[in-house]
């Protein structure tokens, strides 16, 4: 039973360019959430999506960023024109939506040059 | 005002001892979730322990054990035998309200060192 898988790991975009950052939940989920993680800072919730649907977005950024969760395939998180203040750690967790827990994947690493 | 509060932001340990990291926490619901998160240095979040606030007893998993003092609104963890291993940043985060929205705020973390 994989857990949430995140990928790519690690990426590097140059400023100006578009980063996709994608989520796959732990099967049976239909609950996910983005957060980012700025250098020595804690997580700050992003976005919360269930299939098709954006629930939550109230801790993206108005404008450049953008979240989807498609009836097939992962979620993607995407971000266009970054600058160097993007460069950030951004995790996705998923749940069932029964009330337990969320379960985070390993993080994308994203660095803007 | 900060939903979690961490008001240690480094802590060193002895190898084997005991040690508490704070976590204070700020909420008028009255149903909500208390969870710790351990960081090591290649990033990734593990899950350590959870804590519902109308659960009786205090959580323990294995070393953590979450002391819950709900009037004083404190979540703080216990790692009992520290370990070299135990040596990253620990959050603590909670949840509000029930159901199935998984919002989470976390706090701003402790950066724990387990000295051999």
């Known amino acids: 039973n994989a857990g949430v898988m995140q990928n790519p790991r690690h990426l590097v975009r140059r400023r100006g360019q578009e980063a996709r950052l994608r989520c796959s939940p732990m099967?049976?989920?239909?609950?996910v959430y983005w957060y980012r993680q700025l250098p020595e800072e804690g997580l700050k919730f992003m976005v919360y999506?269930?299939?098709?649907?954006?629930?939550?977005e109230s801790g993206m950024p108005k404008e450049r960023f953008s979240a989807e969760f498609p009836k097939e395939g992962p979620s993607i998180l995407r971000i266009q024109q970054v600058v160097r203040g993007d460069s950030a750690a951004y995790f996705c967790?998923?749940?069932?939506?029964?009330?337990?827990?969320?379960?985070f994947g390993q993080g994308t690493r994203l660095t803007v040059v | 005002a900060q939903k979690i509060t961490q008001t240690q932001p480094g802590m060193f340990v002895q190898e084997k001892e005991a040690v508490t990291l704070d976590c204070t926490y700020d909420?008028?619901?009255?149903?909500?979730?208390l969870f710790w998160y351990k960081q090591p240095s290649s990033g990734e979040m593990i899950f350590l322990i959870y804590?519902?606030?109308?659960?009786?007893q205090n959580a323990t998993e294995g070393r953590y054990s979450l002391n819950f003092q709900k009037a004083r609104k404190s979540a703080n963890l216990v790692i009992s035998a520290s370990q070299l291993g135990d040596s990253a940043m620990y959050f603590c985060?909670?949840?509000?309200?029930?159901?199935?929205?998984?919002?989470?705020?976390f706090g701003t973390g402790t950066k724990l060192q387990v000295i051999p």
């Open positions: 099967k049976g989920h239909s609950h």
């Open positions: 999506l269930q299939k098709e649907n954006i629930i939550d």
């Open positions: 967790a998923s749940s069932s939506g029964e009330g337990t827990e969320a379960f």
């Open positions: 985060a909670m949840r509000e309200g029930s159901g199935g929205y998984q919002k989470v705020t």
């Open positions: 804590q519902g606030s109308y659960d009786q």
């Open positions: 909420t008028s619901d009255p149903s909500y979730g």
